[in-house]
T-cell receptor, first 116, second 113 residues
Framework: AQTVTQSQPEMSVQEAETVTLSCTYD???????LFWYKQPPSRQMILVIRQEAYKQQNATENRFSVNFQKAAKSFSLKISDSQLGDTAMYFCAFMNGETSGSRLTFGEGTQLTVNP | KAGVTQTPRYLIKTRGQQVTLSCSPISGHRSVSWYQQTPGQGLQFLFEYFSETQRNKGNFPGRFSGRQFSNSRSEMNVSTLELGDSALYLCASRSVGGLETQYFGPGTRLLVL
């Protein structure tokens, strides 16, 4: 079974600064997908960024980028130029690509607070 | 395109009752998955439906069941409710064969008294 670990329960950053959230995972599979979702106080789960394991290039989406280290099974999220609206719970998630299905395995989450 | 919708948004039930939650996926999405979110257990996968068939199932008791209709809308049912079933229930839809990304609805908050 796959496991996802987020070792930082809480983090804070000043507005306009950069912050990195950590995520490690454990799997024996070779084909899989990794995601970062954010969940603001509204509880709506919003996709931030996704990464296919077969792609060596790190994914980027505007101010959000990842550092994907497949051998180390590490998938960190970097948020540049942090904004107050980035305050949310961030979840790292894993999905197996070998078997059919959409099961996501989530980490425990990191509560990020952006301070003015 | 409209996003994933879930009804009702809030629900209060008492122990022993049963409840049905509904999820309408994004138009064209045929896969619907359900997740339970609690402070103690985090986010846990319940089950997935694709083309009206259950394709995956998480580690939950048989009191939790679901189904999917021909228009891809899905329902989940919890029978004989227990206090521990109080949670946020999230539904997610995916366009199978396309980008492997699930899009979530706003969730249904269930409180069992």
């Amino acid at each position: 079974a796959q496991t996802v670990t987020q070792s930082q329960p809480e983090m804070s950053v000043q507005e306009a600064e950069t912050v990195t959230l950590s995520c490690t995972y454990d799997t024996s599979e070779n084909n899989y997908y990794l995601f970062w979702y954010k969940q603001p106080p509204s509880r709506q789960m919003i996709l931030v960024i996704r990464q296919e394991a077969y792609k060596q290039q790190n994914a980027t989406e505007n101010r959000f980028s990842v550092n994907f280290q497949k051998a180390a099974k590490s998938f960190s999220l970097k948020i540049s130029d942090s904004q107050l609206g980035d305050t949310a719970m961030y979840f790292c998630a894993f999905m197996n690509g070998e078997t059919s299905g959409s099961r996501l395995t989530f980490g425990e989450g990191t509560q990020l607070t952006v301070n003015p | 395109k409209a996003g994933v919708t879930q009804t009702p948004r809030y629900l209060i039930k008492t122990r022993g009752q049963q409840v049905t939650l509904s999820c309408s996926p994004i138009s064209g999405h045929r896969s619907v998955s359900w997740y339970q979110q609690t402070p103690g257990q985090g986010l846990q996968f319940l089950f997935e439906y694709f083309s009206e068939t259950q394709r995956n199932k998480g580690n939950f008791p048989g009191r939790f069941s679901g189904r999917q209709f021909s228009n891809s809308r899905s329902e989940m049912n919890v029978s004989t409710l227990e206090l521990g079933d109080s949670a946020l229930y999230l539904c997610a839809s995916r366009s199978v064969g396309g980008l492997e990304t699930q899009y979530f609805g706003p969730g249904t908050r269930l409180l069992v008294l």
